[in-house]
């Protein structure tokens, strides 16, 4: 067993022991997966497609042979797209996105395509106003611009190209930005738990996390600055004169379920693959830090959730489902545009902690799949209660 499957598997466990239910096997079933959070979090115009018939349902093979894929063949009905509402309901549950559906869809090689709306959710907790991450701008400081991190952090650039270095720069300039992001996010949280009424202990967590946040912001920084050569450091945020804070528990808990649960969930995850292909003794530092606050994070997302279905009953319940309920599908992802990095390139990469769309993909359907889950399955199999009921996360 390597050190990331041990990582999941007792995140997992730690889950498990948190809802107090008993531990369950690995999930049954195939997902696949990417980082949803590409470069650029806007919310992008594209075309969006899911396989369709999907189990079975569609056009009928008429009586002169097995048809096409969509099911139409012989005498048989024509195979039709869902209707826009329809595809856009199918579009949220079978990609890690919010998609808004701007036209009817079109039937393209057994697949189903409508032109949306997408906007990416990330792993890990962004800060999002309608449904958009928002971080702050980079600056290229002159001196201590106050965000470097505390202990050194000197990765060996010495043998690295110019090329490389640039790349690393970036990506690592890139998590910096989200875990700064992040602090707001934690303290927003904060605020919603203090005002759904939430125990103390869940409201100090979440200051706690905010402080994580703040030091993986700065381990990220720092590392961003030496890969750099001068200092990257972050800009006003944009809250653009106010903070929305939620008090209505169900929408809480429903976002907590998939910025928390999921999110940091696949953050954790991610980190801890990430550190495990590491080479660079400062890489491998900062991604220890990270990945052991992000499970702590993770926790504390199942913790909120479980005490907003106990407090709120079948209507949060509700809400947590439906949430859930998108990881059913068999695809959780969609391919990223641009994502050709060779296996040289991408080796070296990874030495330094960084992994391409592909890879952070594959952490993250690992996630889902040994992790969330199975932990979706148990958080939702009690009812307020105490007795049992059956749900399904396929």
């Known amino acids: 067993m390597n050190t990331a499957h041990a990582f999941r598997r007792t995140l997992a466990h730690r889950l498990f022991a948190l809802l107090a239910l008993p531990a369950a096997g690995a999930a049954t079933g195939c997902v696949t997966a990417m980082s949803s959070c590409p470069d650029d979090p806007e919310t992008t115009s594209r075309v969006a497609c899911f396989a369709w018939p999907q189990d079975g349902v569609g056009g009928p093979g008429g009586a ?6 969509g099911g139409a063949g012989g005498a048989g009905e024509p195979v039709v797209c869902p209707s826009r509402s329809e595809g856009e309901e199918i579009l949220n549950s079978t990609h890690v996105a919010n998609h808004q559906v701007k036209g009817d869809g079109t039937l393209q090689d057994g697949q189903c395509c409508y032109q949306a709306d997408v906007t990416p959710i990330c ?9 958009v991450a928002r971080t702050a701008p980079f600056l290229r400081a002159r001196g201590d611009a106050g965000w470097g991190a ?8 010495d043998t690295l190209t110019a090329d490389l270095r640039e790349a690393l720069a970036a990506a690592w300039t890139r998590d910096a930005l989200f875990e700064h992001a992040s602090v707001a996010s934690f303290g927003r949280f904060a605020l919603e738990l203090l005002a759904a009424g939430a125990p103390a202990d869940l409201v100090e967590e979440a200051h706690r996390a905010a402080l994580d946040e703040a030091r993986h912001a700065r381990l990220c920084f720092a ?21 929305e804070v939620e008090a209505d528990l169900a929408s809480i808990a429903a976002r907590a379920a998939k910025e928390g649960c999921i999110g940091e969930t696949i953050a954790a995850v991610i980190a801890a693959e990430e550190l495990g292909a ?5 890489v491998r530092g900062a991604l220890a830090v990270i990945a052991a606050d992000e499970a702590r994070h993770a926790e504390l997302a199942w913790r909120t959730v479980a005490w907003a279905i106990r407090a709120g009953g079948e209507r949060v319940r509700a809400a947590v489902e439906e949430v859930f309920a998108g990881l059913g599908r068999a695809a959780v992802g969609e391919s990223v ?12 990469l990874a030495a330094h902690g960084r992994f391409g769309a592909a890879a952070r993909g594959e952490a993250a359907a690992r996630a889902v799949e040994e992790v969330v889950r ?3 399955r148990l958080l939702l199999a009690g009812r307020g209660d105490g007795a049992a009921r059956r749900v399904m996360v396929v």
Do not use: C
């Not at 002169?64 to 894929?69: E, K, L, R, V, Y």
């Not at 792993?123 to 449904?131: F, I, K, N, T």
């Open 150 to 157: 505390a202990e050194a952090m000197t990765p060996r650039i």
């Open 337 to 348: 545009d641009g994502e050709g990095s060779d296996g040289a390139e991408s080796a070296r």
């Open 374 to 376: 199975p932990a979706a």
């Open 64 to 69: 002169g042979g097995a048809g096409d894929p």
């Open 223 to 243: 590392l961003a600055s030496a890969y750099a050569g001068e200092t990257i450091a972050p800009g006003a945020f944009p809250f653009e004169g106010r903070v």
């Open 278 to 282: 590491a080479e660079d003794p400062a």
């Open 123 to 131: 792993e890990g907790r962004p800060y999002l106003v309608d449904a």
